[in-house]
């Protein structure tokens, strides 16, 4: 019994680190569906409102495009931020390092993220078609 609940545990993180990679790879696509969704929205919470009120009115229905424009701007921020978006990622610090006879190299702790960051530059050269 012991083994099945390690499985089954086993099964539930792969499940979210699936959907963690599914919605960190997709966050600029979020932030387009959003977009797209608003104006459709506001038409129904518009009917909705004058529907119940009777009249057409201005009220805190004017809070959802607010809202709306700020979750958006936060997910294309994010989504550029991880390199993910439509800028070019850019790493946090330098990979290589000059010493004073103008040799270069990359520490050893660095490389796993080199790679990582080489692979985020290569794919958004792909989504651009530059590659």
Do not use: H
């Not at 850019?90 to 010493?99: L, S």
Request: with cysteine; charged share 20%.
């Amino acid at each position: 019994m012991k083994r099945f609940f390690s499985i089954m545990g086993a099964i539930i993180v792969d499940v979210v680190r699936a959907v963690d990679y599914f919605i960190t790879s997709n966050l600029r696509n979020f932030a387009w569906i959003l977009n797209f969704i608003l104006p459709y929205l506001m038409y129904i919470v518009g009917q909705n409102v004058c529907a119940t009120r009777g009249y057409l009115g201005i009220g805190g229905e004017l809070f959802i495009p607010v809202v709306f424009c700020v979750i958006t701007y936060v997910l294309r921020s994010y989504a550029n931020k991880i390199g993910k978006g439509t800028t070019i990622p850019v790493p946090d610090k330098r990979f290589t390092e000059v010493d004073d006879y103008g040799e270069v190299s990359i520490p050893n702790n660095r490389i796993q993220e080199l790679i990582l960051y080489l692979a985020d530059l290569e794919d958004w050269l792909e989504r651009k078609g530059l590659l």
